[in-house]
């Protein structure tokens, strides 16, 4: 199984990107999806998830500006930023709960980072 992620890119603050992330693979199905960010320095933090049933789940610190979703048909999952601030500066990385073909529980699986920077 494999993650990728892309569309993350420089814009100045009050500015908007979407990020996307594909599951690819030995997929039977896929729980939770979601997005965890990086800044320097930082430790890795949740920034958003969603349920193969459509609930979501948010950091504080984005709710309101974030919106994640996902397309079950084609292994999917977004996250659309919107009134980005210069602290959401981070590598983002999306990260899925998948059950493989054949198997019986759900491991999870990382996409490399996608940089998102923003300017004041």
């Known amino acids: 199984v494999q993650l990728q992620a892309s569309g993350g890119g420089s814009v100045q603050a009050g500015g908007s990107l979407r990020l996307s992330c594909v599951a690819s693979?030995?997929?039977?199905?896929?729980?939770?999806m979601g997005w965890y960010r990086q800044a320097p320095g930082k430790q890795r933090e949740f920034v958003a998830s969603?349920?193969?049933?459509?609930?979501?789940k948010y950091h504080d610190s984005v709710k309101g500006r974030f919106t994640v979703s996902r397309d079950n048909a084609k292994n999917m999952v977004y996250l659309e930023m919107n009134s980005l601030k210069p602290e959401d500066t981070a590598v983002y990385s999306c990260?899925?709960?998948?059950?493989?073909?054949?198997?019986?529980?759900?491991?999870?699986?990382w996409g490399q980072g996608t940089q998102v920077t923003v300017s004041s």
């Open positions: 969603i349920t193969n049933g459509g609930s979501t």
């Open positions: 693979g030995s997929i039977f199905r896929i729980d939770d």
């Open positions: 990260n899925a709960n998948v059950v493989q073909r054949g198997w019986l529980r759900a491991l999870g699986y």
